[in-house]
């Protein structure tokens, strides 16, 4: 159990200070006074000043904030975050999230170009399988199955799925050249058709890159779609988790390698992205949502009240909170 919380306050220290990070840079170069960075929350442990910020290590690592003059209070300074333009501020305070979604990309890039990935090349030929009767070898690269070109392993596994009949043909290249052979079709224990191959990895860095990109859009799409439901009434509370349940998680992947970790690491910094940029009070989603408000509005909403709305819904993020950890220990623990 030692080393899951210290791979639980690794993960929760780097995706904070990534996200904070973000504010931090944003605010300082539009100009923006930045007070404090702070890592964590509660009391500090460690601290110091350098030019007019003070950098801070708090106690529980559950947390972080970039203090910014003028955030949520009335200030003459002219660098004061209230009295930036309104594209400015809105840089700040989604930079935190874009450092999240960065950084999910980067290390779901990172698992792709480690692990390697699928590739349209064979690597083994099962024995007493069509592939191998075919003629079929380690190398070939698959180009074509019946009349549909393949460029991947999910157009192989996907073209022999779709495929009709007790044979199917194949144009492959070897050694620079091109050549059509004839596989039969065999079913396997799941009821996929196959032919008796397997996939190639490749450890290619653009290809990684590629993955990153397009797996961190297909996982946002599925957690938007998922928050649709919750806000909908299609899901449900109980299918939340807090930090106690996430501790939990983090404790069944650390037993299957790091690579399961860093997977879970890359979800939770796509959760964090999301989330903070939902309209809610105390979220940036939220300040982002105020902030168009007081551009319609004028001045029908001072800085004094804004901040009181912040407060009360950081008030109601923690007994959210509050509620998801005796969730999740009724649910991880007592159980």
């Known amino acids: 159990m030692g080393a899951t919380i210290i791979y639980a306050v690794l993960i ?3 995706l904070i200070f990534v996200h904070e990070l973000g504010h931090f840079v944003a605010a300082k170069s539009v100009g923006v006074r ?29 947390g972080g904030y970039v203090k910014m003059e003028g955030e949520d209070e009335d200030s003459d300074d002219p660098r004061s975050f209230n009295n930036k333009s309104p594209l400015q501020r809105s840089v700040v305070l989604v ?3 874009f450092m999240n979604l960065v950084t999910t990309v980067v290390i779901i890039t990172i698992i792709a170009l480690a692990i390697g990935m699928t590739s349209n090349v064979i690597d083994l030929v ?3 399988y069509p592939a191998e009767k075919a003629g079929l070898e380690p190398g070939d690269r698959i180009v074509q199955i019946n009349d549909t070109k393949v460029n ?22 070897r050694d620079g050249k091109e050549l059509t052979l004839i596989s039969g079709v065999t079913t396997n224990e799941d009821g996929r058709r196959v032919i008796g191959i397997t996939s190639r990895l490749e ?21 938007l779609s998922y928050l649709k439901l919750l806000f909908t009434g299609g899901g449900s509370m109980s299918d939340l988790v807090g930090p106690v ?10 037993k299957m390698g790091i690579f399961y970790i860093a997977n879970l690491t890359a979800l939770i910094s796509l959760n964090l992205a999301i989330v903070n940029m939902l309209p809610f009070p105390a979220l940036d989603g939220g300040r982002m949502l105020f902030l168009v408000i007081r551009q319609i509005t004028g001045k029908a909403i001072t800085d004094s009240v804004e901040s009181k709305i912040h407060f009360a819904g950081l008030m109601l993020l923690f007994a959210l909170m509050i509620y998801l950890v005796v969730q999740d220990v009724d649910r991880f623990i007592l159980n």
């Open 12 to 14: 929760f220290c780097l």
């Open 34 to 62: 930045v007070n404090e960075f702070s890592l964590g929350m509660g009391p500090a442990l460690l601290h110091f000043g350098k030019g007019e910020t003070r950098y801070s290590l708090r106690a529980f690592p559950i």
């Open 95 to 97: 930079a935190g999230s």
């Open 126 to 128: 099962s024995e007493g």
């Open 152 to 173: 991947s392993w999910n157009d192989v596994t996907g073209t022999l799925a779709a495929s009709e009949g007790e044979t199917v043909s194949l144009i492959i290249e």
């Open 203 to 223: 450890h290619s860095f653009g290809k990684a890159v590629i993955a990153g990109v397009t797996s961190t859009w297909e996982l946002a799409g599925e957690m």
């Open 245 to 254: 349940g996430i501790v939990s998680i983090i404790n069944d992947q650390a």
